[in-house]
């Protein structure tokens, strides 16, 4: 087992930044795969960003170049930098892990808020 913990969420003002951490605890050396998601209001839950265990990343093309993943040497923290932010990146982000590179994530955060007004 693998539980997440996030931070950093809050309210911010539309072209703002704010950064996120997620520490992982439990069984992380089964972890390929660290990243975050998020859930708008009556949206589906969507991919954001996720980064491997060797540094490879992905990106959604909404956060392209606005929002930033990185980890630890220790592959136990991760952090998204979001930056010029808009009101539609407002939604619950998820701190996620996943066994294998590609699969939806075995492992999921409580979820912490980001709410961007305009």
């Known amino acids: 087992q693998v539980q997440l913990v996030e931070s950093g969420g809050g309210v911010v003002q539309a072209g703002g930044s704010l950064r996120l951490s997620c520490t992982a605890s439990?069984?992380?050396?089964?972890?390929?795969?660290m990243g975050w998601y998020r859930q708008a209001p009556g949206k589906q839950t969507e991919l954001v960003a996720t980064i491997t265990r060797g540094g490879t990343i992905r990106n959604a093309d909404s956060v392209q170049d606005r929002f930033t993943i990185s980890k630890n040497r220790a592959y136990d923290t991760v952090y998204l930098q979001l930056g010029s932010l808009k009101p539609e990146d407002t939604a619950v982000y998820y701190c996620?892990?996943?066994?294998?590179?590609?699969?939806?994530?075995?492992?999921w955060g409580q979820g912490t808020q980001v709410t961007v007004s305009s």
């Open positions: 996620t892990a996943a066994i294998r590179w590609g699969d939806w994530p075995n492992y």
């Open positions: 439990g069984s992380i050396v089964s972890v390929t795969t």
